[in-house]
């Protein structure tokens, strides 16, 4: 118990004497350090809402408005038109008149100001609703989108903060319900016989004229009143309401580098990644992130989804889970062999350098005390069905010790699983992406915290990789904080020639705290009983993970093409060839140039995608030119394009059907048109991963590249896929399905990717005999960057 007594501050013990008082000096010193740690914290917090409340103007301009003010009332002229006299009359009289004249000046210039900060606020709210440049042609600009530019550039202000456009982006719109039933039939068309199409459209016909308008009524209404219709219930409904296992189903993770491993010593690959995740949150908590924007362009996206980065963890409950965000943690939860640890990550007020947190896991590695009974495999309870989950937490964590040391876990920065296993990358061996991608997605089960925000893994040759939570925000967020650790620690921390982190360990250190269980047989039983769903969902789920190195977006860009359009086109034609038949497909947009945007889906299986896909095959007619099928390829690309700029533009499809039904609920109304379109099962899912090319110099430094990331397949009997450009010259792919489907494999779809990926570049390229393979360099390992 030598932890539970450097917690406490004083003890005190009554005697015959009178009251023995003991006070623990480093105690007291670290909670008086924390407690300035936070109040630095609360300061910085109340300068940057002062900053992010006037922008785009800035706080310096208030004093030019009443220097401005009070010299043109020098020159015996009245800028105010008799208002600051107006506001003289209503002052105390016992001020001095020239005093109530500063003041009433003051008081003018404030208003002034603060007028001044609405009126530039409201026009660039207006500037940013501005979409139709997103629909013109590239490398053709109208002059309307010209002019924009400018003013965009005018009211923009300058070195923003993280949030400083939170106040200026426009609210999400409300598609109009006839739009969204029309999108909807067309984009069901070729996936149903002429006879199933009737039927759809005369159930699309009835609800639009006549529940259709009642339930749009109320979303409207909604809208008005909160800041985004969708978010609210998309978080609570698709994600927090589920009670399935939210490990594969709902989690995804993100992978390493692919070719290179900076350091093969675990302890020290986590002090290094480990102080680049403070770095990262001390950052954003001081909103010194520049805010994201759309790429090329200066149009900013909305960034409330990293205020619950950090911190952050769902709460299961019988009939939904909800997230729970805390302002500040100075430690982390971590797991290794069975037991669970709480390192503090501050020491003395301040950060613990990479040497000394390497220093520390090293502890926790070394360390022989066994597991308690029922603690090694308790996190499986975050693994399985969630009512089960949420009736043990309430009933055995609910207070004592139990609650204590959840609470640790819980109220953690993050999770970190120290892994025993070995995992590698491209430089080992290409097939054991695959095994590395399911300890990724799932582990043991047991050996991740899933209902954290995300948790780190460290493998045993000092690979990493992480797990992500999905309900607090979308992929995107969390993998902006991925890849800045993943450069900060190969390009800015390093490590020295024995490959362990730079710097010296303060000896004054104290241990990592073990966390302490009493885990009743009835709790042991439940455990295993989470343990075995989830470990039946884990064994189910086949993953491949390839590179794609013959060509990238460069040479496809080349071809005037959308690289993701040319992907799109490509996991179509390689369904068809795997399945016989189209699918509902799923690529997943983000609605963040509007306040509070998360998602839309971009229904990539079209008509137009189809009728590529049967020229191409010789369905329609055995033999067809290829000139024609390079026609239609143009058709399908140029279609794609706009429906993912109709998405981002908050003219999708689902979200708006979504929102419908769920007002459908609560009216207590049945829609057959919406009970079918909801029940649409997705067999093939996508969604493509960001690179952060800022961070990464991917010319000079080829092999520093990620891996990317990945998740479950959506349907039983369908794929996930995830894919993402490294650089001009390869594509990552990450497939999932599950065992269980007898029609689905992973290998064998990655195979059809790979075909249809050459056949459509061959189509595009008919004078390139042949296609070269892209020169990787492989470099062997590097022990000091």
């Not at 709480?342 to 502890?363: D, N, T, V, W």
């Not at 308790?378 to 010790?401: H, Q």
Request: net charge positive.
């Amino acid at each position: 118990m030598a932890e539970a007594h450097q917690a406490v501050a004083f003890q005190f013990t009554v005697t015959p004497d009178g009251i023995d008082l003991h006070m623990s000096h480093q105690a007291l010193t670290e909670i008086y350090l924390s407690g300035v740690r936070s109040w630095k914290k609360r300061i910085i917090g109340l300068k940057n809402s002062v900053i992010t409340g006037v922008y785009p103007a800035s706080p310096s301009s208030w004093l030019f408005v009443v220097i401005a003010i009070l010299a043109t009332m020098y020159t015996r002229s009245d800028p105010s038109m008799g208002l600051i006299a107006k506001i003289q009359e209503h002052l105390p009289s016992y001020f001095y008149v020239s005093c109530q004249t500063l003041v009433s000046a003051v008081l003018f210039s404030t208003m002034l100001w603060l007028l001044l900060i609405f009126t530039m606020r409201m026009c660039l709210k207006q500037l940013l609703s501005y979409h139709r440049w997103m629909f013109e042609k590239h490398g053709k600009m109208s002059n309307t989108t010209k002019v924009w530019v400018a003013l965009v550039r005018i009211f923009s202000g300058r070195k923003p903060l993280l949030y400083s456009y939170q106040g200026s982006l426009p609210n999400l719109p409300v598609p109009a319900i006839k739009d969204t039933v029309k999108r909807h039939l067309e984009s069901v068309r070729p996936l149903m016989d002429d006879a199933e199409y009737e039927r759809m459209t005369k159930l699309s016909a009835e609800f639009e004229s006549s529940l259709g308008k009642r339930l749009h009524w109320y979303l409207k209404l909604k809208a008005l009143w909160a800041t985004n219709y969708v978010s609210d219930w998309w978080e609570e409904y698709v994600y927090l309401r589920g009670r399935s296992p939210i490990m594969v189903n709902s989690n995804y993770y993100g992978m390493d580098f692919m070719y290179v491993t900076p350091t093969p010593i675990q302890a020290a690959r986590a002090g290094n990644s480990l102080h680049a995740y403070f770095l990262y949150r001390r950052k954003l908590n001081k909103e010194e992130l520049k805010p994201t924007r759309i790429p090329g362009t200066l149009i900013p996206l909305c960034s409330a989804q990293c205020e619950r980065v950090f911190n952050t963890t769902r709460i299961p409950g019988e009939e939904t889970d909800t997230v729970q965000h805390w302002q500040d943690s100075d430690y982390i939860a971590v797991y290794h062999s069975g037991r669970y640890f709480r390192l503090r990550m501050y020491h003395a007020g301040r950060l613990l350098s990479p040497r000394e947190i390497e220093f520390q896991i090293q502890k926790i590695l070394d360390d022989p005390s066994p597991p308690s009974k029922g603690e090694a495999k308790l996190g499986a309870l975050t693994a399985g069905d969630r009512i089960p989950w949420a009736k043990a937490r309430m009933k055995y964590f609910s207070s004592g010790v139990n609650k204590r040391s959840l609470d640790y876990i819980e109220k953690a920065a993050f999770f970190v699983s120290l892994d025993d296993d070995e995992q590698g990358g491209m430089a080992d061996d290409p097939t054991r992406l695959d095994s590395y991608a399911k300890s990724l997605l799932h582990g043991k089960c047991f050996d991740r915290w899933f209902d954290k925000s995300f948790t780190v893994v460290y493998f045993k040759n000092g690979k990493m990789g992480l797990n992500g939570e999905h309900s607090w925000a979308d992929a995107p967020v969390l993998s902006h904080a991925w890849q800045y650790v993943l450069s900060t620690d190969c390009f800015q921390l390093g490590y020295n020639a024995e490959g362990h982190c730079k710097g010296e360990v303060d000896a004054s250190l104290p241990q990592p705290q073990k966390l302490n269980w009493e885990i009743p047989p009835e709790c042991e039983e439940q455990i295993s009983g989470s343990l075995a769903v989830a470990q039946a969902l884990a064994d189910d789920v086949d993953v491949h993970v390839f590179a794609f190195e013959e060509f990238g977006k460069g040479k496809i860009k080349r071809c005037r093409v959308s690289p993701d359009a040319f992907i799109q086109l490509a996991l179509q034609l390689a369904y068809y060839r795997d399945q016989g038949r189209f699918c509902l497909t799923y690529e997943a947009s983000m609605t963040r140039l509007f306040k509070e945007g998360r998602t839309e889906t971009v229904r990539s299986c079209t008509n137009e995608s189809s009728a590529f896909v049967r020229a191409l095959e010789g369905v329609t007619q055995k033999r067809r030119a290829a000139d024609v099928c390079r026609r239609l390829f143009q058709e399908a690309s140029e279609k794609h394009q706009h429906l993912y700029r109709m998405a981002m533009t908050g003219a999708g499809i689902d979200r708006h059907l979504f929102c419908l039904y769920v007002v459908s609920k609560y009216l207590r109304v049945e829609s057959p048109f919406l009970k079918e379109v909801l029940s649409e099962p997705w067999r093939l899912s996508t969604s493509q991963t960001p690179l952060q090319v800022e961070m990464f110099d991917i010319v000079n430094y080829p092999e520093y590249v990620s891996c990317g990331g990945g998740f479950g397949p959506v349907a039983d009997d369908g794929y996930g896929v995830s894919y993402c450009a490294l650089g001009d010259n390869m594509f990552n792919f990450h497939i999932t399905c599950k065992h269980s489907c007898p029609d689905t494999g992973a290998n064998k779809f990655g195979a059809q990717i790979r075909k249809a990926l050459r056949d459509l570049l061959q189509l595009l390229c008919p004078n390139q005999t042949e296609l070269r393979k892209t020169e990787v360099k492989r470099p062997e390992f590097k022990k000091d960057l």
